[in-house]
């Protein structure tokens, strides 16, 4: 059964920095990729990075050169990270990871980022 916890969200004032983590296991399939989106009240949820198993990465233009997304596995386990800095009030929404295993999809639980003085 294939998991994804993540983990590192909270409240942090406006230009400050937030590191998120995602940890990926139990699938018997090849990674291809793993990313971040996020889902702000009452909008849809949209990407903010992408990184495929071999790092090539893509990122949404209102995050470009703020976040820096990486991947790392140890044994079985996948982990995704995506430090962002320089965060803005428009930064706050519940944040998700992906993972593509082959063409299959999973989604971890999402983690709150609020971003508020």
């Known amino acids: 059964q294939v998991q994804l916890v993540e983990s590192g969200g909270g409240l942090v004032q406006p230009g400050g920095s937030l590191r998120l983590s995602c940890a990926a296991s139990?699938?018997?399939?090849?990674?291809?990729?793993m990313g971040w989106y996020r889902q702000a009240p009452g909008k849809q949820r949209e990407l903010v990075a992408h990184?495929?198993?071999?790092?090539?990465?893509?990122?949404a233009d209102s995050v470009k050169g703020r976040f820096t997304i990486s991947i790392s596995r140890n044994n079985d386990k996948n982990t995704v990270n995506l430090q962002m800095n320089s965060l803005k009030p428009e930064d706050t929404a519940v944040y998700y990871c992906?993972?593509?295993?082959?063409?299959?999809?999973?989604w971890g639980q999402g983690t709150q980022v609020t971003v508020s003085s």
């Open positions: 992906d993972a593509d295993y082959s063409g299959r999809i999973y």
């Open positions: 139990g699938s018997i399939f090849r990674l291809y990729a």
């Open positions: 990184i495929t198993s071999g790092g090539s990465t893509n990122y």
